[in-house]
């Protein structure tokens, strides 16, 4: 879902998470089909300093989303639940440029030298159109934690430890420099 920014209301827009375009992006960050997903996103120009619109736009809201995974560690199936706030923000890009550092020039017609600051966890738009299922995405994949694992984590321990036992040894002792590790344990 594409939404261009300048038409954004002063009173900014609500929108309900659901539809392809949810179901597609949640899809994208869970690695798997979504079995139950609801929330809405809220959007509103920013305000700086002097309640000047700056170009960026908040994302604010609460996303709930599940889905079937497989543990990464014991590979037993699991339900992967995130229930969370978003509180995004988004600056445009300069046309054709990347942005650098922690400024971003802006195009203005009155003030060419104008900067825009921004902070390393803003995400970007450009030509004016924020991507909603981009937006999304990234506020489930930030819940995610870097590995997708069982939350008994004692259960999970003991199923890894006997899928690692009962595969056995190879018969290969491995880099000789690991030799005297073997030894330790």
Request: proline share 4%; aromatic share 2%.
């Amino acid at each position: 879902m594409r939404i261009v920014v300048s038409q954004l209301p002063d009173a900014g827009r609500t929108i309900l998470v659901q539809g392809d375009w949810a179901i597609a992006a949640a899809k994208q960050a869970l690695d798997a089909e979504p079995k139950q997903l609801s929330g809405t996103l809220t959007l509103e120009r920013h305000l700086d300093m002097d309640d000047k619109e700056d170009g960026r736009v908040v994302v604010t809201g609460h996303i709930a989303v599940s889905a079937s995974r497989e543990c990464e560690r014991c590979a037993e199936d699991l339900e992967l639940v995130v229930d969370a706030d978003v509180d995004l923000m988004y600056a445009p890009t300069v046309k054709d440029e990347e942005p650098e550092g922690d400024e971003v020039k802006r195009e203005q017609e009155d003030d060419d030298d104008d900067i825009l600051p921004v902070h390393e966890d803003d995400g970007w738009y450009q030509d004016d159109v924020l991507e909603l299922g981009d937006v999304l995405c990234e506020a489930i994949s930030l819940e995610l934690g870097p590995r997708i694992v069982c939350v008994d984590v004692a259960s999970c321990d003991r199923r890894t430890a006997e899928l690692l036992a009962s595969k056995g040894t190879s018969g290969n002792p491995g880099h000789p420099a690991f030799a005297k590790l073997k030894g330790l344990g």
